[in-house]
């Protein structure tokens, strides 16, 4: 079974810097068999994807994030990051990542098989 930990979220003024962390644990759990994600939920609206990473596709980001988030993994720690800059109020919400297999194809638009619990992030003007 695989577990997903997000952590790292807060309150920032626009034009601010966070970097989201997921931590991951599970027996087995190989970064180079999965696409990561990260996805975000703002209060009344569906939940989006944001970015994603993979061995084969590389990464991708929405096109609201470009040039201002960038995501990575880090294999020997287990770790998917989220850095964000040049934050604006309309990238308040519920950050989540997420895990799915197989590696490829890897885009926001497939079902995801695993989820963290989620951190928030709130920007204000």
């Known amino acids: 079974q695989v577990q997903l930990v997000e952590s790292g979220g807060g309150s920032v003024q626009a034009g601010g810097s966070l970097t989201l962390s997921c931590a991951t644990s599970g027996s087995g759990f190989n970064y180079n068999a999965y696409c990561l994600a990260w996805f975000r939920q703002a209060p009344g609206k569906e939940r989006e994807g944001v970015a994603t990473v993979g061995r084969l596709s590389g990464t991708f980001y929405v096109d609201s994030v470009k040039g201002r988030f960038t995501i990575s993994q880090d294999n020997a720690k287990r770790t998917l990051s989220l850095e964000m800059n040049s934050l604006k109020p309309e990238d308040t919400g519920m950050y989540y990542c997420?895990?799915?297999?197989?590696?490829?194809?890897?885009?926001?638009?497939?079902?995801?098989?695993?989820w963290g619990q989620g951190t928030q992030v709130t920007v204000s003007s």
């Open positions: 997420a895990a799915r297999i197989p590696t490829y194809p890897c885009n926001v638009g497939l079902p995801f098989d695993y």
